[in-house]
């Protein structure tokens, strides 16, 4: 049942969302469009430290076997964070 919403309407009167939506899940959706940053990988500078794969709010370093690949552009969206811990420069960031 769905209500009306106005001034007279209190919380209680609502539906709850959860009833409605189910929960979603962020790797079903491509979210990499949003940037306007990108980062670079810069493979010869890189020491396998993995500091950036951690700090990776949109988990886009893929590390396999203890080495990192390159980013997942699908799902970065260009926060830089990943660079900010590079102790070795092996990541920069390029207008998209």
Known sequence: MS???????????????GTIYDAG??????T???????PVFVEEK?????LCAPVCPDS???????VRGEFDY???K???ICMKVCPFDAIQM???
């Open 3 to 17: 209500v009306k919403i106005n001034e007279k309407v209190t919380w209680r009167d609502i539906t709850p969302g």
């Open 25 to 30: 899940n962020s790797s079903e959706f491509k």
């Open 32 to 38: 990499g469009d949003w940037r306007v940053l990108k």
């Open 46 to 50: 890189c020491k396998q430290c993995l």
């Open 60 to 66: 886009a370093v893929p590390v396999e076997n203890k």
């Open 74 to 76: 699908d799902h970065c």
């Open 78 to 80: 260009g926060c830089g």
């Open 94 to 96: 390029v207008s998209e």
